[in-house]
């Protein structure tokens, strides 16, 4: 386990936000859940959290209820090799939720995704290039390193 790990709150839903991302990335897997014996808020049975890792990230998710939301000041970044890539985590993170801006999108459960080219950084350092991709909201990979070129 890493040492510091995101831990997420949900408003009841963990169990099946955490079974759409295990579905979405390749390299996933259920790490453990804690269900609950009857005390606290959760009936028995019930998960209360779950813990699964995406491409080595270990993340824990809370059945919190409604009384705090995800927000866009939390989100996770994938960087992708080429446009094929992107394009299958985008449009699979994207079904059900709603696409942002700058590479940025809310999925169904209100978790916050940047799906950004790997060279992000590099591409950016060229004014043409952030003036691009400030008109995108999904990014289009040859044409931030058409502008950077220009």
Known sequence: MNKIT??????????EAAEFYLSVFPEAKKVGELRSS????????????ITIELMGQQMTFLN????????????????????AELD?????????????????LT?????????VPENIGDVLKHPRAMEAMMKMVKFDIAAL????RE
């Open 107 to 115: 999925d169904k459960f209100g978790l916050c995704w940047q799906i």
């Open 145 to 148: 390193e058409a502008a950077a």
């Open 64 to 83: 919190g209820g409604p009384a705090h939301a995800l927000t866009p000041a939390f989100s996770y970044c994938v960087a992708c090799k080429d446009q």
């Open 6 to 15: 995101p831990f997420l709150w949900f408003n009841d839903n963990a169990e």
């Open 38 to 49: 009857g005390v606290g808020p959760w009936p028995a049975g019930k998960i209360a959290t």
């Open 88 to 104: 299958r985590y985008w449009d699979k993170l994207v079904e059900g939720g709603a696409p942002m801006a700058c590479g940025w």
